[in-house]
């Protein structure tokens, strides 16, 4: 029997101080609501907890991208909502102006409404911004390395035996799609009418024996280059790239001798439809939306250029029958590019809208799976707290007792 060791006090004490670190560890996480409130507690849970806190808040993030996204686009769909009612009103003028009810003044006035509505498109594609970044000047467009120049193409012409035409193509064997002659013949007269740079064009040609597609290219060499494909496609292009040298409204009119009009004739060779449209050099300014919470997880969207030049209606003129006449078909075409960039804009954010709606479940899944790792279960844990707490107070009971056992030496001195 010894009494400068007491080993059973040792053993009690041991036990009381793991008691004790085990309550003091289940206070702190009762008070926290976590499990993990130091590496300590799970060095491995603690990294791959806070791994998924950084996509958690990277999600959050890419949320508020994708609804800051969303407003963008929505400023600027509004916009050419109002540029797509101008250019209707346009048209409108220039319906109004092709009847030869109006005088000359009449279209001078028409033309004065006109001239204010292409202005008002050139403001708000120079002024529309979200964030003080400009939406449809031209500085979210994709890049392009040179001036583009349009292409007008014809697919309804074939030759009147059958199969495609050529550049060496003689007119009067020019036919429709189905076959149908097109009565093209020697003295009719070839009208060709376009607007450039709002300006409207007007070039005659009058058949000669043997003429050919090629000899009404030399006809109207100045803006427009005609040519045939290997398709057989009559093709009508701009001779020089850039918006300003785009050429818009194509028609091909034929006439006899006396004046009357070919319709047949007429409505085939002025089957055009813009291919593509003329742009000038740019760089690169698609916006990027990050719309994930990693790298390179986003998406972009372009925005071209949508001012009166670009729209092809800059200056458009209606002062005589022949010009209103020309503009309504340039209208249609400037309607057509912003009601396709709208759909484009419209595709953009419907898209966004089921980007969001996936973070948002992805978040949810991921917030999950964290909590299970990172949170403490409240039950759990007090039914430890109470067992440790219970065991603390046995402990200091038990060593209340060790430290009670060495006087039974002095039973030995007496």
Do not use: C
């Not at 059973?8 to 670190?21: G, Y």
């Not at 209208?331 to 996936?358: C, F, M, P, W």
Request: charge should be negative; charged fraction near 15%.
């Amino acid at each position: 029997m010894v009494i400068n060791t007491n080993l059973s006090a040792i053993n009690a004490w041991r036990a009381l101080e793991t008691n004790n670190t085990n309550t003091q560890k289940a206070l702190q996480k009762l008070s926290s609501g976590y499990r993990i409130n130091s590496a300590a507690d799970d060095a491995a849970g603690l990294a791959i907890s806070e791994k998924m806190k950084a996509q958690i808040a990277g999600l959050d993030q890419a949320q508020r991208n994708a609804q800051d996204g969303i407003s963008l686009i929505q400023t600027a769909e509004g916009a050419l909502n109002e540029t797509t009612s101008i250019l209707q009103r346009m048209r409108e003028l220039a319906v109004q102006a092709s009847n030869d009810t109006n005088t000359a003044q009449d279209r001078a006035s028409i033309q004065a409404e006109m001239d204010q509505l292409n202005t008002e498109i050139d403001r708000i594609a120079n002024t529309t911004e979200f964030n003080t970044k400009k939406l449809l000047d031209g500085s979210m467009s994709g890049a392009v390395t040179s001036a583009v120049a349009n292409v007008n193409s014809n697919t309804s012409l074939k030759l009147s035996g059958g199969g495609n035409i050529s550049t060496s193509t003689l007119l009067e064997n020019l036919a429709d799609a189905n076959g149908n002659n097109l009565g093209i013949v020697s003295t009719d007269q070839v009208i060709v009418n376009y607007a450039k740079d709002g300006k409207v064009y007007t070039v005659s040609y009058t058949v000669s024996t043997g003429a050919k597609i090629s000899d009404l290219q030399s006809a109207i060499t100045a803006n427009i280059s005609i040519d045939v494909n290997t398709a057989g496609t009559l093709l009508a292009t701009a001779s020089s790239g850039g918006t300003a040298n785009a050429i818009y409204g194509l028609t091909i009119t034929v006439k006899d001798s006396s004046g009357n009009v070919n319709t047949a004739a007429t409505n085939a060779l002025s089957a055009f439809t813009e291919t593509t449209a003329a742009a000038d050099k740019a760089t690169d300014g698609k916006a990027t939306l990050q719309i994930g919470a990693n790298t390179n997880q986003n998406m972009q969207i372009e925005i071209d250029k949508m001012d009166a030049t670009a729209l092809g209606v800059k200056n458009l003129q209606v002062g005589t029958q022949s010009q209103a006449n020309i503009a309504i078909k340039v209208i249609d075409n400037a309607i057509n590019k912003v009601s396709t960039q709208r759909a484009t804009l419209g595709a953009y954010q419907n898209r966004l809208e089921h980007t969001i709606n996936n973070l948002g479940t992805a978040n949810e899944n991921i917030t999950a799976a964290e909590s299970r790792i990172r949170d403490v279960d409240m039950a759990q844990e007090m039914m430890e707290f109470t067992k440790d707490n219970i065991l603390n107070q046995a402990a200091t009971a038990m060593l209340a007792q060790a430290n009670q056992q060495p006087q039974t030496v002095l039973q030995l001195l007496r």
